[in-house]
């Protein structure tokens, strides 16, 4: 028994979708996405819409389904819009620079820190603590910005150091005398 996902994926105007047993390749404007599914899980495409669907109801089948679900429409979706994850630097002397393609982080160490961005991947600084980390592959995209904030994770006394925007630290209060 087959079963139809919930939520069929919408393809907008200049996205292709070449689906072959295993995998699935999505061609957009901002560029070229494939990704390995998993062979139970079958993928067709009707008119300007994606449906993906699974064989039983099982829970491993269920888990497949939306799992390969989500990674197809991150695909339709990044090679649309692309995406972008910002990150904020706090502390005296922090600052972020970019050398040509290169970030090059000033964290309070005895020398700066350069970040090669991997294929597909940019970077942007539109001031010297902002870092805005752009790119069609959300997976890509997250594990960079994860790997520039792990230079100097935000502490809990000051609230020093390389975070998302918008996150929170909770403060500690220190040592009393």
Known sequence: MSRIGRKPIPVPAGVSIDVAPGRVVVKGPLGELEQQVPPRIAINQEDDQVLVTRPTDRGPDRAL?????????????????????KLEIQGVGYRAVLNGAELVIAAGYSHPVVIVPRPGISFEVPAPTQIVVKGINK????????????????????GKGIRYEGEVVRRKVGKRA
């Open 65 to 85: 389904h939306g799992l390969t679900r989500t990674l197809v429409a991150n695909m339709v979706e990044g090679v649309t819009k692309g995406y972008e994850r």
């Open 139 to 158: 997976q890509q995209v997250g594990q960079t910005a994860a790997e520039i904030r792990a230079v100097r994770p935000p502490e809990p006394y000051k």
